[in-house]
């Protein structure tokens, strides 16, 4: 493959230490198939709503079972042992061996079940029957696991070689056949109720036993059945009578209690406990060695004594304007209407049942299961209400982004750590989600689509109802900034439909202002789903404060309503369609690659690897484009329409010969969201815009319903083409009998067009001369069958030369056919002819088939409708498409007419080009 290459740069530059990233992506997952289809058939490969979770002797423990209520718990614990194998390192090269060669794991053993197709419940208790084992720990020579719904702990003398292994020991309970708690809910230093953690250090044996609010600490590993702990953190001693019902327990947090703790680690230095019910991790900054020992630090709150979930701010006592002062959370997001500062309700120093906490490579990891991330302390905290670093699972501190999206959690349980890789417990994702460290940072929103740089907030207004005339809706569009929003009405007439609403709605939005159209968001019409679709003219997070209303008038009939009080979605991660053209940028300082290199485009095939670089998404290689340091341009595989998440990461052998791989980010997958291209080096408006035609054109469109012997007709000239409609015709029938009778007329051809039922008459001669030949359609006065022809003068319109670009001193006109290329459109629908054909990284074919984007285009050109001809795959390309415009005859002169494209709710970003209209006064002729 050729490519041109220019050395830059060595690895020195990556000499930073390895860390993890905020809001980072999962760079694996294991027990799923992918990171969003939480497959519930659970297997060897496919996980339930997993908890506790541990690593030890290259082996991960999961206890798939969970106390959360996520579905399906399977009452098992599974090993994957000989985890090196099954995982690659993160700067390895993947194989395309699978749909998601990131999505990994198989267990090899399982305990508490025979099989991995069997999912028992309420197994009783024995030496190998778990029920709701929610925790598993390991030192690399026993497993223990805490049987919850038992009240007990099993222990393992060695780790287990034969599904369904029995036991060796079991405490909390005197023998393997027992699952009881003693009379009077009287707790002993040998029983348990409902442990929901366990852990190995050193030799002692450490299980929170939940529901008597404890810690207990065993100095030795047990060897026989039923033996007593030697130390109770939590409670003053081990006899302590705990008040079953939660709402009926009156304590208060101390240094020294616990409520419903379901966690306890240790580093060998400190131990950790995650107290749920008082909302903190409390951590012993040496091992205690006597009952009631009081912790030293909390996390979460700010001193040992508070115990309020997500513990931000409080309200100033006695002022009656709900005045707010920080406790947790310092920093101000605003202000309230008196003018005082307001706090965010959670940060990164808060937690919200907080599930876990664990210690690893002098980081200490937290799974706040309430907030849906994990915070992450470079140190240990010394201190109670430490902030977090960074945090995983969310954009930032303040932010629940809760999701199955490669880089969000859903009430994380529990984690573990291999050195180099941090697992995830993922509960209601059913799977587990592996983070790595990296040198090279990937930032959120860092992968785009590549004509469409800039991410533009969105909203709409649906219009339902019914049809009234005279009934009035109205449109509010403004900024919190703005004394009086900008209003747009529509009156509906009584002949209207809904989608004639719809139209009158956007055309008073995009003709206001001379033409220019609303100053702060573009208008697109939803004709399937009746809405007005809005999108920011700015990009970023300024597109959130547009702010939109939708009303009707008084007794009306018709209903509108807004999609909410201000656009969203600005400065959010780009979403892209599969197939995709996308842009990756680099964080400063933190470079892809040590050259630069662009791959030969006249291949039919773009390489995986260039400059050194490869791009994976989902662990599929990507085909790229170009490489920089400071950006990759690649392709988003076609074979990822059936996920709506993915994550997107890129490998690079540096000048030295080291290798270095970036932190992973998430690409929200959608079916399509278009971006129309620009000409390189050129303003940032500018559209790569050509003219489509060099013989003179026409549209014929075809609607209505089929009658039989309707007849109808297509005029050139004098001469006349009839149809007579079958009772078994379609529109697109008679469409196509009619292009088969067209064509053989003297001086024009026909062909159907990519979009809708019309189709397209072009003079057979190149040039102007075409542009005088009359045409038309019609059909007999009963006719259900609509015949229209397309055409302000009766003629045929607009020959220029097909490709030239459209600019100041040779721009478009009304009527005229106009090209731009566009990337984003989403996988087209699939046939015989052409899904062969529609491959990740080869150029689709020259000669092939036009094809049709799965979702509808629409276009708006000078703010009327630009009808879309065709949306096709450009042969000779790979991921751009050729999208064939018909000017509105209608459209205004202008030097830099707006154009955008939609599909669905997605707009592309708004290119500018030249049209002169030769019938408008002072236009030169």
């Not at 309970?173 to 009881?180: L, R």
């Not at 959690?409 to 790595?436: C, K």
């Not at 529509?490 to 939005?509: C, P, R």
């Not at 397209?760 to 229209?788: C, D, F, H, Q």
Request: proline share 7%; charged share 10%.
């Amino acid at each position: 493959m050729k490519c041109i290459l220019v050395f830059l740069l060595s690895a020195a530059v990556f000499g930073q230490t390895a860390g993890f990233t905020n809001g980072q992506a999962a760079r694996l997952v294991i027990g799923q198939s992918t990171f969003t289809i939480a497959d519930t058939n659970s297997s060897d490969t496919v996980l339930g709503g997993v908890s506790g979770i541990a690593y030890a002797a290259d082996t991960l423990f999961v206890a798939d079972a969970n106390y959360v209520g996520a579905a399906p718990s399977n009452h098992r614990v599974l090993l994957f042992q000989g985890l090196s194998t099954m995982l690659p390192s993160p700067t390895a090269e993947l194989v395309y061996n699978s749909k998601c060669p990131v999505c990994l794991g198989q267990a090899n053993l399982v305990l508490g079940q025979p099989d991995f197709k069997t999912t028992t419940e309420n197994i009783p208790a024995n030496a190998s029957g778990l029920r709701l084992p929610t925790a598993v720990a390991s030192d690399g020579v026993h497993v223990v696991v805490a049987d919850t719904n038992h009240n007990r702990v099993l222990i393992w003398n060695r780790i287990p070689t034969v599904n369904n292994q029995a036991a060796d020991v079991v405490v909390g309970q005197p023998d393997f056949a027992s699952a009881g708690i003693p009379p009077n809910n009287t707790p002993t230093a040998k029983s348990m109720r409902g442990p929901q953690g366990v852990w190995i250090q050193n030799g002692k044996l450490y299980v929170a036993d939940t529901q008597n609010n404890r810690v207990m600490i065993y100095n030795h590993i047990p060897t026989t059945n039923g033996v007593a702990a030697d130390i109770v953190l939590g409670q003053p001693n081990f006899t302590t009578f705990v008040e079953p019902d939660l709402s009926q327990q009156t304590t208060t947090a101390s240094p020294t209690n616990m409520l419903n703790p379901v966690g306890v680690t240790s580093d060998g230095v400190h131990l950790f406990v995650t107290d749920l019910g008082f909302n903190r991790v409390l951590i012993f900054n040496a091992i205690p060695t006597a009952n009631a020992a009081p912790a030293d630090v909390a996390i979460g709150q700010p001193d040992l004594m508070s115990s309020v979930a997500n513990n931000s701010y409080t309200l100033v006592p006695g002022d009656t304007t709900m005045k707010e002062t920080a406790l947790m959370c310092t920093v101000s997001n605003g202000n309230d209407v008196n003018g005082n500062p307001t706090y965010p309700p959670f940060c990164n120093s808060t937690l919200n049942f907080p599930r876990f906490a664990l210690a690893g490579g002098g980081r200490l990891f937290i799974a706040d299961g309430g907030n849906d991330r994990v915070l992450v302390y470079n140190t240990i905290p010394t201190q109670s209400g430490a902030a977090a670093d960074l945090i995983i699972g969310e954009l930032g501190g303040t932010v629940n982004q809760a999701s199955d999206a490669a880089d969000s959690l859903r009430t994380p349980m529990s984690l573990a750590w291999d050195g180099t890789n941090l697992y995830v417990s993922d509960a209601y994702n059913l799977r587990i989600t592996v983070y790595s460290l990296s040198t090279v940072p990937l930032p959120y929103q860092s992968v785009r689509n590549a004509a469409n740089l800039d991410i533009v907030a969105n909203g709409q207004v649906t219009i339902g109802g019914t049809i009234q005339a005279g009934d009035v809706v109205t449109i509010n569009i403004g900024t919190s900034t703005t004394a009086t929003p900008a209003t747009y009405t529509y009156t509906v007439k009584s002949t209207d439909a809904g989608t004639d609403v719809i139209l009158g709605l956007v055309s008073a939005i995009s003709s206001s202002n001379s033409g220019a159209g609303d100053p702060n968001v573009i208008a697109t019409a939803d004709l399937t789903d009746l809405e007005v679709g809005l999108t920011s003219r700015v990009p970023g997070d300024a597109g959130n404060d547009i702010t939109l209303a939708a009303s009707v008038s008084t007794n009306a009939v018709i209903t509108a309503s807004a999609s909410g009080a201000n656009l969203i979605g600005g400065g959010d991660a780009a979403k892209i369609a599969p197939g995709t053209i996308v842009t990756i940028l680099a964080t400063d300082g933190a470079p892809f690659a040590s050259q630069t290199a662009t791959a030969d485009l006249t291949q039919t095939q773009l390489p995986t690897q260039l400059g050194g670089v490869e791009v994976y998404f989902n662990g599929i290689r990507s085909p790229i484009f170009s490489v920089s340091p400071t950006s990759v341009n690649a392709q988003i595989p076609w074979e990822v329409t059936d996920t709506t998440s993915i994550n997107a990461y890129v490998r690079s052998v540096m000048g030295d010969g080291s290798v270095v791989a970036s932190t992973p980010v998430a690409v929200t997958i959608v079916p399509a969201n278009p971006g129309v291209f620009s000409p390189p080096n050129v303003g940032p408006t500018l559209g790569q815009v050509v003219h489509g035609s060099s013989q003179a054109i026409g549209i014929v469109d075809i609607e209505g319903s089929i009658t039989a012997n309707d007849v109808a007709t297509v005029t050139v000239e004098d001469r006349t083409y009839n149809y007579t409609v079958q009772a078994s015709d379609t529109l697109n029938t008679i469409r196509d009998n009619l292009v088969a009778l067209v064509s053989q007329d003297p001086i024009v051809t026909a062909e159907p067009s990519g979009e809708f039922t019309r189709m397209i008459l072009r003079a057979k001669l190149e040039g102007p001369a075409g542009n005088t030949i009359s045409y038309g359609a019609s059909a007999n006065a009963s006719a259900t069958v609509i015949m229209t022809s397309f055409s302000a003068n009766g003629m045929l319109c607009c020959a220029n030369v097909a490709g030239a670009p459209v600019t100041v001193d040779n721009p478009a006109v009304p009527g005229e056919f106009i090209i731009v290329q566009a990337t984003g459109l989403g996988l087209p629908v699939l046939d015989d002819n052409n899904s062969p054909l529609i491959q990740t990284g080869i150029q689709y074919p020259q000669g092939g088939p036009v094809t049709t984007p799965g979702e509808f285009v629409s276009a708006i050109a000078g703010g009327s409708t630009a009808d879309v001809i065709s949306a096709t795959l450009q042969p000779g390309t790979v991921g751009t498409f050729e999208v064939i415009l018909h000017l509105n005859s209608g459209i205004s002169s202008n030097p830099t007419t707006s154009l955008t494209i939609a599909q669905d709710i997605y707009v592309s970003k708004a290119i500018t080009f030249p049209v002169l209209n030769p019938l408008a006064p002072g236009a030169a002729q």
